[in-house]
Nanobody
Framework: QVKLVESGGGLAQAGGSLRLSCAASGRIRGYTMGWFRRAPGKERESVATISWSGLITYSDSVKGRFTISRDNVRNTVYLEMNDLKPEDTAVYYC????????????WGQGTQVTVSS
């Protein structure tokens, strides 16, 4: 069993930066990890994923502004968010163990990111 705990959310101004962390307890070796988000009134959206070997994908909406990384020794996944926009406001979820397209076996409880204009 894997437990994912996010931290680092909060309030930022447009153009600012935040760094999210996801600490995983349990074995995540071999798992693709990632971040999803859900904005008010919108569908859940995949933001970024990173495979065990380091293969990375980004949604078009964050490409060039967000950076996903992982520390396989510390069992931690990061999301560096720069040039934040009000439309980035959402609850961000850490996910692990890809089961298919946009399907993951493990989800964190979520952390709120709010970007003011």
């Amino acid at each position: 069993q894997v437990k994912l705990v996010e931290s680092g959310g909060g309030l930022a101004q447009a153009g600012g930066s935040l760094r999210l962390s996801c600490a995983a307890s349990g074995r995540i070796r071999g798992y693709t990890m990632g971040w999803f988000r859900r904005a008010p009134g919108k569908e859940r959206e995949s933001v970024a994923t990173i495979s065990w070997s380091g293969l990375i994908t980004y949604s078009d909406s964050v490409k060039g502004r967000f950076t996903i990384s992982r520390d396989n020794v510390r069992n931690t996944v990061y999301l560096e968010m720069n040039d934040l926009k009000p439309e980035d406001t959402a609850v961000y979820y850490c996910v692990g163990q890809s089961l298919g397209v946009d399907k993951f076996g493990y989800w964190g409880q979520g952390t709120q990111v709010t970007v003011s204009s």
